[in-house]
């Protein structure tokens, strides 16, 4: 699994998200929500995408609205990340959207 965290509070994962790198991605999205009222989290590079990775992102955002902020899932459509998503009954955009 690839993350990057850019600047804006979008996180990108990339890859293959394994349960024994799950900790990471909990971690780095629990850092972003709390330093950005407004952040993304950009699923649509992922191969494997585990259900309890899905969970680790839902229980993100659940966090990041108990703060006052934002986190909003991002998959492409046509990604297996969307498609993944979509079983899983997970809302999720398309595309970054900023609000304002």
């Known amino acids: 699994m690839r ?3 850019q600047a804006d509070g979008v996180v990108v994962v990339g890859g293959d998200v394994e349960e024994s790198e799950l900790s990471r991605l909990r971690e780095t999205l629990h850092e972003v929500i709390t330093h950005h ?3 993304w989290v950009d699923l649509s590079a992922t191969g494997f995408l585990p259900s309890a990775a899905i969970g680790v992102v ?3 955002t659940g966090r990041a609205v108990e703060q006052g902020n934002l986190l909003t899932i ?3 459509d046509g990604s297996r990340a969307a498609r993944t998503l979509g079983m899983a009954m997970v809302p999720f955009e398309p595309e970054i959207s900023r609000r304002g």
Do not use: G, S
């Open 3 to 5: 993350i990057d965290i």
């Open 37 to 39: 009222a407004e952040a």
């Open 58 to 60: 839902a229980r993100a």
């Open 74 to 76: 991002v998959a492409a």
